[in-house]
């Protein structure tokens, strides 16, 4: 429904920030002189700023979920077992391909990996394979290391800012996550 993230959106809107712009705006002389309570006014816009934040900050979760919008453990479940179910036919159609000859045996096994690391990740959140090791601890050194290459090349100058957010993003999908957390 619209209309819950619309009242998502405005809960979460900038009140007070207008207010506060306003405030600071105030002329500090007001008829040749001084303006004593704009300092008081700065102060009130200030508060109301940091009321409205704290407010709508510690109360934005429950209204997600009060309103539907926060993905359920079942709504997560089921995503994990469905992406599951895509990736294995994937992987059959891969197999099928490469037998074929369709595919080299190389770009076959790069796509293989993929699927096994996404169908991995998968069994995670379901927990179907309680005696898989955790390779999240290691897969995350290996995506450090690369971050830290990374920025060592942006700041020697060997990449630009918009190669280095690009490779970055792709840093950022190969960390592994922990959604039920």
Partial sequence: NPWRYRVVIGWGGMRGAITLA???TLPTMIDGGPFTQRSVLILLAAVVVVVTLLGEGLTLAALVRRLGLAKTEEHQRREAVARARVTEAGL???DELAEAGEVDEDTANV???LFELRLDR???L???DADAPD???FRRELVRAQRAKLEQLYRKGK???EIRREIARTLDLQEPRHPLA
């Fill in 22 to 24: 306003i405030a600071l």
């Fill in 92 to 94: 059959a159609r891969l």
């Fill in 111 to 113: 796509y293989r990996q």
């Fill in 122 to 124: 998968g069994r995670g």
């Fill in 126 to 128: 379901l927990d179907d």
């Fill in 135 to 137: 390779t999240s601890g």
């Fill in 159 to 161: 990449i630009s800012d």
